[in-house]
């Protein structure tokens, strides 16, 4: 099926409902609950928030990639199939072909004892039956694309030969192999040094702009999402508190833990950074959640309802927030 309809675009991924949870014992402990969001085609869609949020996790549950212990419930449709339904057959066709990944874990994610460049193509070898010539044609044409110099020879290197950098090219290389229609980056620059995430981001929208995928970007900076996001979706203790356009957030966020975030983030004005004002508090661990609101012990604009009810998801024109304030 094809992401558009009777000229209305439909979303290129479309998560409904979406919830996580980690069995331990007797106990359920709820990682990410009723996400909500949609990926339009050709566009960025950033998902940001502190460490330990459930970004991660979900990026992780759209592949089905979760770990063992946790339950999944929703929809994640993607062009209209529900990834959480279809067979485990079905999703590796999808894997690495339809939907390219690239991980938080770079380095972990090649394999050590195995060429850089016959790795590259083993997606071309596995979903387009592409013979050897074939694919090692197609990855020498994504390495340039990637700017990997010298391609040919860095086809027959090992990953430890590569610097961080291009190595990260090697992973992105090997995610658009397929000429994925959906691309998930789980931080896909965070070990890297500014002028290198600056060409990778770079290489990135090149990418979305020639091929027209969505692209889900997991990221905790701000900085990033103001670069390259189209869409925003800000998540808090596995709660997505706030979406809208990229422009929308930064000229007028919402959320408090928005405000907050944007007001921490360095680059912000002309702040340095031992001023930068922070969140007081820290993001609750799995399972100890508090009642009412998740961020409510950190919230300086606390109601008393805050502490006792969950807020509800309010729908402002096109972006949504999860907030006592907006209730209506
Ligand atoms: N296998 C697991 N078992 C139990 N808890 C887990 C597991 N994996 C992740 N978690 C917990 O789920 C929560 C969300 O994790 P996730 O990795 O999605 O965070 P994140 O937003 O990606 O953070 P970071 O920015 O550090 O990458 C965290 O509290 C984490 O400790
Ligand atoms: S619901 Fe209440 S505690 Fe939560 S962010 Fe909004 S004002 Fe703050
Ligand atoms: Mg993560």
């Known amino acids: 099926?094809?992401?558009?309809?009777?000229?209305?675009?439909?979303?290129?991924?479309?998560?409904?409902?979406?919830?996580?949870?980690?069995?331990?014992?007797?106990?359920?402990?709820?990682?990410?609950?009723?996400?909500?969001?949609?990926?339009?085609?050709?566009?960025?869609?950033?998902?940001?928030?502190?460490?330990?949020?459930?970004?991660?996790?979900?990026?992780?549950a759209v592949m089905r990639l979760t770990p063992e212990n946790a339950r999944l419930s929703g929809e994640i449709l993607f062009e209209g199939r529900d990834l959480l339904a279809i067979s485990e057959k079905e999703l590796r066709k999808i894997r690495g072909a339809a939907i390219g990944m690239i991980f938080q874990e770079p380095m972990t994610s090649l394999n050590p004892v195995m060429k850089v460049g016959p790795q590259v193509a083993e997606p071309l070898r596995l979903?387009?039956?592409?013979?050897?010539?074939?694919?090692?044609?197609?990855?020498?044409?994504?390495?340039?694309?990637?700017?990997?110099p010298s391609p040919e020879i860095r086809y027959n290197d090992y990953p430890h030969q590569?610097?961080?950098g291009l190595r990260q090219r090697a992973m992105?290389?090997?995610?658009?192999?397929?000429?994925?229609?959906?691309?998930l980056a789980d931080e896909p620059t965070t070990a890297l040094d500014a002028t290198i995430q600056g060409q990778i981001l770079r290489l990135l929208v090149e990418e979305r702009d020639i091929s027209g995928m969505a692209v889900l970007l997991v990221t905790h900076d701000l900085g990033v999402v103001a670069d390259v996001g189209d869409f925003v979706g800000v998540m808090y203790a596995g709660v997505l508190v706030e979406r809208a356009s990229t422009k929308a957030l930064f000229a007028k966020p919402l959320h408090p833990y928005t405000q907050g975030l944007i007001a921490s983030s360095p680059g912000r004005a002309s702040r340095t950074l031992s001023r930068l004002p922070t969140i007081q508090g820290t993001v609750p661990p799995l399972g100890q959640t508090p009642p009412g609101c998740p961020f409510q012990p950190r919230c300086?604009?606390?109601?008393p309802v805050c502490s006792r009810e969950f807020p509800p998801r309010e729908i402002l024109g096109d972006r949504e927030v999860v907030c006592w304030l907006y209730a209506r």
Do not use: Y
Not at 26 to 35: G, K, P
Not at 43 to 59: F, N, P, Q, R, W
């Open 162 to 164: 590569l610097s961080g």
């Open 127 to 148: 979903h387009w039956k592409a013979s050897k010539e074939e694919a090692k044609a197609r990855v020498l044409e994504l390495f340039r694309q990637a700017g990997i």
């Open 300 to 303: 300086s604009q606390a109601l």
């Open 172 to 183: 992105i290389a090997m995610a658009l192999a397929c000429k994925p229609r959906l691309l």
């Open 1 to 60: 099926m094809n992401g558009e309809s009777a000229g209305v675009a439909t979303p290129v991924l479309r998560i409904r409902d979406l919830s996580l949870s980690f069995e331990s014992g007797s106990r359920l402990s709820r990682a990410v609950r009723d996400l909500s969001l949609e990926l339009p085609r050709g566009a960025i869609t950033c998902l940001a928030g502190e460490s330990g949020c459930g970004k991660s996790l979900t990026c992780k």
